[in-house]
Antibody, heavy 124, light 107 residues
């Protein structure tokens, strides 16, 4: 059974870069069947999908965050990462990494596995 | 972007009740809709995908229906473990969006 685990600093200063990593266990990130995603949740904005990365490195970012966002994948370590620069208090949230799967014969992806989430606070 | 609107925001019900939550899309998403359950301090858990397909291990008291722009999640007989917040999510097109959530409370 695939499990995902987020890691990274819980506190980031305004204007700095938020960096998180998601370790995947119980399955290979190099499987071509999945997208690997980040979602965040804050009381003010609810659940917000950030973007996904494919094992090949192809990405799709939410346009609302695209200018500040970089995702990367390390297949040798079976993990993927998020980097969000120039953070403000509005980026304070619980950040989840997740796996997106599709139904057989269709290429529409939904989130079927979530990490436990990590709280990131932006504050000086 | 396709926006999702859920109703009601909160729902008070008792064990054994049948409850329905509604989700509307701002344009047609065919049947590319998922429902998630979230408990305090936990990650969401997928219940239903493709509008009506029950995920493995999810109790049969949960069901989903709808297509196009109108969808419902029904719990046929509420159990104590079902009191949580429920979210819909469209995955017809990126960026995907979630509804704002429906908090199911004990009456």
């Amino acid at each position: 059974q695939v499990q995902l685990q987020e890691s990274g600093p819980g506190l980031v200063k305004p204007s700095e870069t938020l960096s998180l990593t998601c370790a995947v266990s119980g399955g290979s990130i190099s499987s071509g069947d999945y997208y690997w995603s980040w979602i965040r949740q804050s009381p003010g904005t609810g659940l917000e999908w950030i973007g996904y990365i494919y094992y090949s490195g192809n990405t799709y970012y939410n346009p609302s965050l695209e200018s500040r966002l970089i995702m990367s994948v390390d297949t040798s370590k079976n993990q993927f990462s998020l980097s969000l620069r120039s953070v403000t208090a509005a980026d304070t949230a619980v950040y989840y990494c997740a796996r997106e799967s599709h139904h057989a014969g269709h290429y529409y992806y939904y989130i079927d596995v979530w990490g436990k989430g990590t709280t990131v606070t932006v504050s000086s | 972007d396709i926006q999702m609107t859920q109703s009601p925001f909160t729902l008070s019900a008792s064990v054994g009740d049948r409850v329905t939550i509604t989700c509307r899309a701002s344009e047609s998403i065919n049947n590319w809709l998922a429902w998630y359950q979230q408990k305090p301090g936990k990650a969401p858990k997928v219940l239903i995908s493709k509008a009506s397909s029950l995920e493995r291990g999810v109790p049969s008291r949960f069901s989903g229906s709808g297509s196009g722009t109108e969808f419902t999640l029904t719990i046929s007989s509420l159990q104590p473990d079902d009191f949580a917040t429920y979210y819909c999510q469209q995955y017809n097109s990126y960026p995907v969006h979630f509804g704002q959530g429906t908090k199911l409370e004990i009456k």
